[in-house]
């Protein structure tokens, strides 16, 4: 299954799941020479309701996803993946993921973490690996 994916998307919010998940996707994206689409979606629920702590919050959470996509680009580069797509969004990170696997880009594969860092957001509304699996159409590799 895993031999013949040629889009893989992986979905990091930052935790340590989300790093382990990048790399497997690097490790089979160099298997079968498949395009990483490396996604990470800023969470509107997490940020505050003031419009200033709202710019002020979201200016420096999209500066850090910046420079982290750059250094994404370069390892991949580094662990032979020459097709690298980065998708930064604001929005719900679940639903996102979800949209951008059926309706934006050609995904086959989508490879996320069993847990992130939205802690309090999961035990309010469930968690996003718990969507994802639940909702895709297309193969998800749960990574632990």
């Known amino acids: 299954m895993l031999r013949n994916c ?3 998307l992986v979905a990091l919010d930052g ?3 989300s790093e382990k998940a990048f790399q497997e996707a690097l490790a089979i994206c160099r298997m079968n020479k498949a395009k990483l ?10 940020l505050s309701t003031s419009a200033y702590a709202f710019a002020k ?8 996803l910046e420079t982290d996509m750059l250094k994404k680009i370069y390892d991949a580069n580094q662990h032979g993946v020459e097709e690298v797509e980065v998708i930064v969004e ?27 860092k939205g802690t309090l957001t999961r035990a309010v509304v469930g968690s996003t690996t718990d969507y994802v699996v639940n909702h895709s159409k297309c193969t998800v590799l749960v990574v632990k």
């Open 57 to 64: 919050i979201f200016d420096q959470e999209k500066l850090r």
């Open 15 to 17: 935790s340590d799941q």
């Open 37 to 46: 689409y490396v996604l990470s979606v800023i969470n509107n629920a997490e």
């Open 90 to 116: 604001v929005g719900d990170p679940k639903r996102f993921i979800i949209h951008a696997a059926t309706e934006l880009y050609p995904i086959d594969l989508i490879i996320i973490g069993a847990t992130g």
């Open 6 to 8: 040629q889009n893989v």
